[in-house]
């Protein structure tokens, strides 16, 4: 059973930067697509980015692109989400999820979750 968790979720002031990590468990990064969410309080769960692990590639929500990267590390088992330049309207909570399968900007598609990790960005 795959199992995901999210860490390095905070508070922070508008224009710095947070890493959030995924570590997987029961699988190998390396054969899943992995899609990072995010669900502002009280709205519907949005795409963020996905990291397609056949060739990594690479696509990103438009009101992100050039602010955050999605990165993998094969040894640490581990993805990534960059987050550079924050603003308060990316404040939500972050979620990645995975599938050996089926890759896209549809929640739905994803079999794997982890619980989520709260990011807070200040004015």
């Known amino acids: 059973q795959v199992q995901l968790v999210e860490s390095g979720g905070g508070l922070v002031q508008a224009g710095g930067s947070l890493r959030l990590s995924c570590g997987v468990s029961?699988?190998?990064?390396?054969?899943?697509?992995i899609g990072w969410f995010r669900q502002p309080l009280g709205k519907e769960r949005e795409f963020v980015g996905y990291?397609?692990?056949?060739?990594?590639?690479?696509a990103y929500t438009d009101s992100v692109k050039g602010r955050f990267t999605i990165s993998r590390d094969n040894a640490k088992n581990t993805m990534y989400l960059q987050m550079n330049s924050l603003k308060p309207e990316d404040t939500a909570v972050y979620y990645c999820?995975?599938?050996?399968?089926?890759?896209?900007?549809?929640?739905?598609?994803?079999?794997?979750w982890g619980q989520g990790t709260q990011v807070t960005v200040s004015s």
């Open positions: 999820a995975a599938d050996s399968v089926r890759l896209g900007r549809d929640p739905g598609l994803y079999d794997y």
């Open positions: 990291f397609n692990w056949r060739g990594g590639i690479t």
């Open positions: 029961g699988g190998t990064v390396s054969r899943y697509h």
